[in-house]
């Protein structure tokens, strides 16, 4: 009986001692496109479509975020393109309000980045708005550097830390 107990207790040991190596395909951040996983998309299964007009939905089928250059608040022809299709989902789903967020890298002062991150998510709320997107549909915050999705303090990381990330708020799909 004894015997069964001690190899009982090291059978538990060893399972406890057994780690599953972490997936270094994963990605840090959400969808940067049409098509990409992300975030918002808790509790979901890859076998249910997102409902409409909620935040996975702009994750999945059209991108939430856009990135930038260092130092810089400009939006490059990817990041229009991407809130080009933002603003045709937002016509379709006119209920929906978002909240923009500024993000910047590990560099420069926090006070320099929450200004930064602040330019970057206008920069966003300004180019909806030429779209045809209500102005009132769309706040802003500036997270800074305070929010990283990669870690690491080299270009791979910055340039991911680098942006504005449209979030559902209200609406349809909240």
């Known amino acids: 009986m004894r015997f069964k107990f001690i190899a009982l207790a090291a059978a538990a040991l060893l399972l406890a001692a ?18 990409a996983g992300g975030a918002g998309g808790v509790g979901s299964s890859s076998s249910m479509a997102p409902k409409p007009g909620s935040n996975e939905d702009l994750v999945v089928n059209v991108g939430d975020r856009v990135f930038f250059g260092f130092n810089k608040y400009n939006l490059t022809s990817d990041a229009r393109q991407t809130l080009e299709k933002q603003a ?7 209920s929906v309000t978002l909240s923009v967020e500024g993000h910047c890298d590990e560099r420069g002062t926090r006070e320099y980045n929450l200004a930064l991150g602040e330019r970057r998510a206008n920069a966003v709320k300004d180019y909806l708005a030429a779209l045809g997107v209500a102005p009132g549909r769309i706040k802003t915050i500036s997270y800074g550097k305070e929010r990283p999705v990669a870690l690491g303090s080299n270009e791979a990381a910055w340039s991911q830390n680098r942006r504005g990330v449209s979030v559902v708020s209200g609406g349809a799909g909240s």
Request: hydrophobic residues 30%; aromatic residues 8%; negative net charge.
């Open 88 to 94: 045709a989902w937002l016509k379709k789903y006119p």
């Open 18 to 35: 057994c780690e599953t190596a972490p997936d270094e395909s994963a990605t840090a951040g959400g969808a940067g496109g049409a098509g």
